[in-house]
């Protein structure tokens, strides 16, 4: 994914591989896609860490 400058993603939220983010995500969902858009709420709160 690519992350641009001053952009904010809320706490449980996943990125999807490959989208680029241009604006804010809000916590607890999921983005996907070139820009980036919330798809559907991460409902079971799952997060994964590198």
């Given at each position: 994914?690519?992350?641009?400058?001053?952009?904010?993603?809320?706490s449980?939220?996943?990125?999807?591989?490959g989208?680029?983010?241009?604006t804010?995500?809000?916590?607890?969902?999921?983005?996907v896609?070139?820009?980036?858009?919330?798809?559907?709420?991460?409902?079971?709160?799952k997060?994964?860490?590198?």
């Amino acid at each position: 994914a690519v992350i641009k400058e001053k952009v904010s993603i809320g706490s449980n939220s996943i990125i999807g591989m490959g989208a680029v983010v241009h604006t804010d995500i809000p916590e607890g969902v999921i983005a996907v896609g070139s820009p980036a858009r919330v798809v559907r709420r991460n409902e079971n709160q799952k997060v994964f860490r590198n």
